[in-house]
C-alpha cells in the first residue's frame, strides 16, 4: 500500500476574507476540514465515517489572502478504539499559521452512535502515522 499524502493544498477563497483582509477563523476550521478529509479519505475513511468530538486551535499568525492556496499539514495520529487523534497545521508563506489538534469519534450513521475503527482502517492509520 502507498502510504497517503499528509499535505493538501487548500484554496483560498475570497468570501471567506473579512473587513479586517484576512481569512476568518470559521473559515480556517473548514481549511482544516478539507485537508483533513483528503488525507483521510486515501486511509479509506470518508467524511461521514467519522464525527469531531474535540477541537483545539490555535490562531498563531493571520491567514491572509497571500496567494490563492494554503498547505494543510497533517501532522500526527493517534489511533484508538473507537476514536482518532489528530495534529494539523495550516502553513503560509513556509510558517505556521494554525496549529490544530482534533478528537475524531468513528461514526454508525444508521445507528447515530460510535463505532470502532475497522482492521483496514486501523492499518491505515498506523502505515500513515509511520509516515509522519
Excluded at 15 to 34: F, I, K, R, T
Excluded at 44 to 52: E, K, L, P, R
Excluded at 85 to 93: G, N
Amino acid at each position: 500500500m502507498t502510504a497517503p499524502p499528509t499535505t493538501h493544498q487548500v484554496q483560498v477563497r475570497w468570501p471567506d476574507v473579512d473587513a479586517l483582509g484576512h481569512v476568518n477563523h470559521s473559515a480556517v476550521l473548514a481549511y482544516l476540514e478539507v485537508g483533513r478529509d483528503a488525507v483521510l479519505s486515501a486511509c479509506g475513511i470518508a467524511a461521514q465515517d467519522c464525527v469531531v468530538r474535540r477541537c483545539t486551535i490555535d490562531y498563531v499568525r493571520e491567514v491572509r489572502p497571500l496567494g490563492s492556496h494554503v498547505e494543510y499539514r497533517f501532522d500526527a495520529v493517534v489511533p484508538g478504539r473507537t476514536s482518532i487523534r489528530v495534529e494539523e497545521r495550516l502553513m503560509q508563506a513556509g510558517e505556521t499559521a494554525v496549529a490544530s489538534a482534533f478528537v475524531l469519534v468513528m461514526w454508525n450513521g444508521a445507528e447515530h452512535a460510535p463505532r470502532e475503527l475497522t482492521p483496514a482502517e486501523r492499518h491505515a492509520l498506523l502505515q500513515l502515522e509511520k509516515e509522519l
